[in-house]
């Protein structure tokens, strides 16, 4: 195997592993289509509804772990969740504010945007 070709694989692997742990943070769960998110909503999204409670440094992780720099301020996190709360709130979904934790999406609500996801014909 040429160095060239053991770089691709490693890469391969790469990729791999960021899809799963993606995936174990809830970055890539589905999102209704009518919320009309952005790439960064829907992330945030995601996160909210695989975790009990996603704490403000998981999202900047989630959203900007891989970057070089050092990317936003924290404070960013709370405008996402502001735009959020915004497109979802006319389809009676609510985040609360987990004073000092962070945020999260209550059973309920995660049962309501499942409805909402099965009325569109998405898997929940």
Sequence with gaps: MTRIEAVEK??????VRIEELEDAL???APAPLCFDLS???ARVFGMLMRREMVAKETVMLGLYGGRPDEG???????VFICHLRKKIEKFGVRIDTVRGQGYRLSPDMK??????MQGEG???
Excluded at 111 to 116: N, Q
């Design 72 to 78: 936003p301020e924290i404070e960013i996190v709370a």
């Design 122 to 124: 998405m898997a929940a």
């Design 111 to 116: 049962a309501a945007v499942r409805t909402i």
């Design 26 to 28: 809830g970055m890539r």
């Design 39 to 41: 790439a960064y909503e």
């Design 10 to 15: 490693e890469n391969e692997m790469l990729r």
